[in-house]
């Protein structure tokens, strides 16, 4: 049965509104059901401790697409750059090939992340969704949804859904990368904004396609 009318919630223990958000979704609960989505571990845990129910974005994947995914995204890492990678020329290195083991977890990560959306979505028809302002950044080849709350507030605003942004400004940013040298500083930025500017255009295209 599709639930009609919903808020949702994407959700991870990191929040600096957390504790208002469990309050948030509680006050919900007494008159409609919320939908609420667990992004890490620890969060489920605190979930499940505070008795909410909750999802985990994996309950949305489709796993017979694993195969296909990670081909699109073996071929996204190792052309993203090719009509500009002379201008990622760094001293006679080629900045976009030594990212491209970085950049297929992106891939793979932002793929999964449309198809997880798009279900989401689909399936329980949120009037109102309340998203994490920031996902802290583990190592790359780590699944950890980094771009599902940017893939979900893109395709929801599309569809006129009203998108709620939690801000957190504590989060820590991991990277497997020491940038101790204008080389790895370098690289860092060109990764981040990349990812951004790919991220938005990969669903430009998946939302001609649908």
């Keep these: 049965m599709v639930n009609m009318g919903k808020t949702l919630f994407l959700i991870n223990e990191e929040s600096e509104d957390f504790e208002d958000l469990l309050e948030k979704i509680n006050e919900i609960n007494k ?3 919320s939908v609420v989505i667990s992004l890490t571990v620890l969060t489920s845990q ?3 401790m505070e008795g909410i129910e909750y999802k985990t974005p994996e309950m949305y994947f489709d796993k017979s697409l694993g195969t296909e995914l990670d081909n699109e995204a073996l071929n996204f890492a190792k052309t993203w750059y090719s ?3 002379n201008e990622l020329n760094y001293k ?6 030594m990212v491209e083991s970085d950049f297929y977890f992106f891939f793979v990560d932002a793929l999964r992340s449309v198809e997880i959306a798009t279900e989401i979505l689909s399936k329980e ?3 109102a969704i309340y998203l994490p302002g920031n996902i802290k950044l583990e190592d790359p080849s780590v699944i950890c ?9 893109y395709l929801a605003e599309g569809k006129n859904i009203s998108v709620k942004t939690v801000t957190n400004n504590n989060y820590l940013i991991k990277s497997s990368i020491s940038i101790e040298n204008k080389v790895f500083n370098y690289l860092y930025n060109i990764i981040n904004f990349y990812q951004k500017y790919l991220l938005v255009n990969l669903l430009k295209i998946f939302k001609k396609k649908n």
């Excluded at 006679?92 to 090939?97: K, R, T, W």
């Excluded at 949804?145 to 507030?153: A, F, S, V």
Aim: glycine share 12%.
């Design 92 to 97: 006679g290195v080629s900045l976009g090939e």
């Design 31 to 33: 008159q409609d059901k």
């Design 145 to 153: 949804y980094e771009t599902l709350p940017d893939t979900i507030k």
């Design 125 to 127: 028809t949120p009037d």
């Design 46 to 48: 605190e979930l499940g």
């Design 83 to 85: 009509s500009f990678e």
